[in-house]
């Protein structure tokens, strides 16, 4: 029997129940599938942070089910159930949190609203605060278990599906300018930027770079990991999705920087110092010699 599998993303966090809650829902739902959670510490009602938690995560998740709920209070938009070319379905809210990684997954097939007036498809005594738990959690259990998408609601032009506006990073001659998208676990801070990017403002890897924040310049190295730098200095370096990330050397960048979602952060080249003069003496370039005498030769180590 093949293994049918949910992933579960959310700004639920973990000082409650609901997570639990969730879960409990959808083993009464489908007993049989299994429940992978990828992350529950979204940024409350920050549907761009879940979506970029949840694209940063898709590729590495088997085939099935994903379930988003980050879901802001205000306005609720109608939920949804989306498949991509790869066989998988997400559900959650049509804000665009489940968006980027539609594009990761092939692009979408299909699309359908969440009918939750179908009592078969819900909790019997659904909240409007917690649809998550009470509409979207035994959905997206139904469909792991085998449910056919057509069965949750009528079908929508995917046209029509939000979408969000990703910020990218800007790329002059010689500077890279973006954003910090997240902050994660351990305070390193990720940018809108990659190394094509930086490469393509010709810093390279090994490069002194300088890093703006605000009012404040740093001068830090362009390195493979924070490692490589004395404990408590920052180096930039790419991460493990291939994205430019601050961070310190068995220290908290986050700290270190005081950096946080949002704020603006230039990537530039060093500025180029000329070399030192090198005195005559050491090349061999003395006086011109007095007629008639020899000109003293410079050892070969010397020149």
Known sequence: MDERWLSFTSDLGLDDASVGCCHGVIARAAPSVRVIDVCHAVAPSDVAHGAQVLAGAVGHLPVGVHLVVVDPAAEPPRAVAVATADGSITVSPDNGVAAPAWEILGGVTAAHVLDDTVTALRVRQPHPLTRG?????????????????????????????????????????????????????????????????????????????????????????????SGEVPRGRVAVFEDADRVIVLGVCLGRASEVVRGRRGDPVVIAQAPRRAPAAVPAARIGLLDPPAAGSSAPTAPASQV
Do not use: C, K
């Open 133 to 225: 738990r009470d509409l979207l959690a035994p959905v997206a259990a139904r469909l792991a278990a085998g449910l056919p998408l057509a069965q949750v609601g009528g079908a929508v032009d995917p046209a029509t599906l939000v979408r969000l506006a990703r910020r990218r990073a800007r790329v002059g001659a010689s500077a890279v300018r973006g954003h910090i998208e997240a902050v994660d676990h351990a305070g390193n801070l990720r940018l809108t930027a990659t190394r094509d990017d930086l490469e393509a403002a010709g810093i390279l890897l090994g490069d002194t770079v300088e890093v703006r924040m605000d009012a404040r310049t740093l001068l830090v190295p362009f390195t493979t990991t």
